[in-house]
Nanobody
Framework: VQLQASGGGSVQTGGSLRLSCAASGRAFSFKNKAWFRQAPGKEREFVAAIRRGSSFLYYADSVQGRFTISRDSVKNTLSLQMNSLKPEDSAVYYC???????????????????WGQGTQVTVSS
């Protein structure tokens, strides 16, 4: 299974971007799907997650109210709508998926087995 993230780019502060993630090799029907990001010199950090069978969405405090994670069952994709972007949002964004992690692990990068290649987001002031 390979995940492919796309949609990154360069925007100014306050701008918007929409990231997408698609799966090849199987339907993108993982129980847990998430976005993480990693800035230069920093650890990979949790951004947002969605869990099959639950209407609850999970967000990092730093993006709550600005980012929205969603899934498209028809297109078989995972998306991250990012609004009101800030320079501190600049990072490589990764999609991740896993079938077996438990709820308490949903924000933990090491709990995810499948990763996309990353897409660069740069926000200039």
């Amino acid at each position: 299974v390979q995940l492919q993230a796309s949609g990154g780019g360069s925007v100014q502060t306050g701008g918007s971007l929409r990231l997408s993630c698609a799966a090849s090799g199987r339907a993108f029907s993982f129980k847990n799907k998430a976005w993480f990001r990693q800035a230069p010199g920093k650890e990979r950090e949790f951004v947002a997650a969605i869990r099959r069978g639950s209407s609850f969405l999970y967000y990092a405090d730093s993006v709550q109210g600005r980012f929205t994670i969603s899934r498209d069952s028809v297109k078989n994709t995972l998306s991250l709508q990012m609004n009101s972007l800030k320079p501190e949002d600049s990072a490589v964004y990764y999609c991740a998926a896993d079938d077996t992690l438990i709820l308490s692990q949903i924000r933990v990068a090491s709990a995810y087995d499948y990763w996309g290649q990353g897409t660069q987001v740069t926000v200039s002031s």
